[in-house]
């Protein structure tokens, strides 16, 4: 007689609770005293013996053999006994035993981090010139700017579309940045209000420009500024008023056309209502008229029902 137990993770149990299997595929059947013995009439027994599981893995007193050998025997777990059950629990501790573990950062977000900067400093641009948007406009840019707004001494938001149009291509072909039109109307009107140094100060030419520019502009919308001396006070002058009577006149009657044409339109609104008027009328006799004969069907359809029941009535009656 074997007396090594069967292994817990056993291969299948039979239908009788008596006997199971262990990895290895031996026999054992449960005694009168609770204990699994080989079963050799089953299945023979290997050479190697199964892996004893460790003692956390049972569970329950120890009883002792009543041979009087006094050796006793472990109590061998339930062969249908969950894994977790088998495992031993953690005990848990309150206070400040159980603190808070900090949480480590991945090592694939700091390589992600550096992937996106290096590709960010590779996307920086390396033309040349300043670029696209920059507040600062170099002599060239503002001459540029100067040259194409006296070429189309611009008037309104229409000029402006068209100097910020060839000053775009300038800008392309001369590989300079481009600009917004509000930010070349904006710096135009930023060098327009430059004042002039005194003194002996020299003033800058695109300024100068700029102050010309303006006043052709001023030219040609029929502009300019005044000034206090030429301002007129309206008491100062003599006002001379004569007035004249056109009794005598014959009474002059207005023009019949104006007439004609108001007469034209008060018919024409009035046909109008009246037409809109009639196909309305007509729209609602149309539905007045579906709605009868709908209504019409409808009654019919309930005679004809009333009819067909009072007949099952009567047949119900002759049948009973």
């Not at 290096?118 to 920059?134: F, L, R, V």
């Not at 590989?175 to 002996?200: A, I, M, N, W, Y």
Request: a neutral charge.
């Amino acid at each position: 007689m074997s007396t090594t137990p069967p292994d817990a993770f056993q291969i299948s149990r039979p239908k009788d609770s008596d006997l199971c299997y262990n990895v290895a595929g031996n026999t054992f059947k449960r005694d009168s005293y609770g204990q699994w013995l080989p079963h050799p009439g089953i299945a023979e027994n290997h050479n190697f013996e199964a892996q004893i599981l460790p003692k956390s893995l049972y569970y329950g007193p120890l009883k002792h053999s009543t041979t009087g050998d006094g050796a006793g025997h472990r109590q061998l777990p339930n062969p249908e006994c969950a894994v977790e059950e088998l495992t031993p629990k953690r005990k848990k501790k309150a206070g400040g035993h159980n603190k808070p573990q900090p949480k480590h950062k991945k090592a694939t977000d700091v390589d992600d981090k550096k992937t996106i900067k290096m590709d960010i400093e590779d996307k920086k641009p390396t033309g040349h010139g300043q670029p696209s948007g920059a507040g600062n406009y170099s002599t060239d840019n503002m001459m540029a700017l100067l040259y194409f707004t006296e070429e189309g001494l611009l008037l309104g938001q229409q000029g402006w579309k068209t100097v910020h149009s060839q000053f775009t291509k300038w800008a392309c072909k001369q590989e300079q940045p481009k600009r917004t039109l509000k930010s070349l109307e904006t710096r135009f009107k930023q060098l327009v209000k430059t004042t002039k140094p005194t003194g002996d100060a020299v003033c800058p030419p695109e300024v100068e420009r700029a102050h010309e520019t303006d006043y052709l502009i001023n030219e040609c919308a029929s502009t300019r500024d005044l000034d206090d001396g030429e301002f007129v006070d309206r008491s100062d002058i003599q006002s001379h008023v004569s007035i004249s009577s056109n009794k005598n006149d014959p009474p002059t009657l207005p023009p019949s056309q104006p007439r004609i044409a108001i007469a034209r339109s008060a018919v024409q609104l009035f046909l109008f209502l009246v037409e809109m008027l009639m196909k309305q009328m007509a729209s609602t006799l149309s539905t007045s008229l579906h709605m009868y004969l709908t209504l019409t069907t409808i009654n019919a359809l309930h005679t004809q029902v009333t009819e067909v029941q009072d007949r099952v009535h009567e047949v119900s009656r002759a049948c009973d």
